[in-house]
């Protein structure tokens, strides 16, 4: 007859407990991360009832946050090194790009471009486009282990700044189609 509550503390983020993040209460080691969801339903005699279920998330929410941290180091270490980095989903051509990218690129972090593959791809010089999509063609063929290209690229107020692209293909399907393209 104690509350749940006594066993269980909602995480700070959570205003309702209907599904909510939570995390246990325990004498010893760390209160693990719950997600809980209650049920509330009647009796034949029509009492209402709570079923409460509860999930043991620690080990996602802990792999959660490594990546997250494992993340900000790469992006820190490649802002260091100004590096931009890319990584191209060949099946909905989705592109998602680093900050860095973004910088070096002049494309503004909160600029929500909805293609970025053909807007980069737009300012690349008319001469130099054939090379670089060749490199790519053959890259995603499998003819080369790489695409690496140099070609310039239009920048605001006119101004062509060469860049170098060197590119794998990370994913493939069951028939050797590529799926997914990384690069810097």
């Known amino acids: 007859n104690r509350p749940i509550w006594d066993f269980v503390r909602a995480a700070p983020d ?35 009832r709570h079923s409460l279920l509860l999930r043991d998330v620690t080990e996602a929410v802990r792999n959660s946050e490594a990546l997250r941290k494992s993340e900000e180091r790469w992006n820190l270490a490649l802002q260091g090194a100004d590096i931009g980095v890319f990584d191209i989903d060949l099946t909905t051509n989705r592109s998602v790009v680093s900050e860095t ?54 920048f605001p107020g006119g101004i062509w700044r060469y860049m170098r692209s060197d590119a794998v293909v990370v994913d493939r399907d069951t028939d050797g189609r590529a799926l997914r393209m990384i690069g810097a």
Do not use: Y
Request: hydrophobic share 35%; charged share 30%; with cysteine.
């Open 101 to 154: 990218w973004r910088r070096l690129m002049a494309v503004p972090v909160g600029d929500d471009i909805p293609d970025l593959q053909s807007h980069f791809l737009s300012r690349i010089h008319p001469d130099d486009l054939p090379v670089l999509l060749k490199a790519d063609a053959d890259c995603l063929s499998g003819r080369s282990p790489r695409s690496i290209c140099e070609f310039r690229v239009k």
């Open 14 to 48: 959570n205003d309702a407990w209907t599904n909510l993040r939570a995390r246990g209460r325990q004498q010893t080691a760390e209160p693990p991360f719950l997600d809980m969801q209650r049920n509330t339903w009647r009796t034949a005699d029509g009492a209402v």
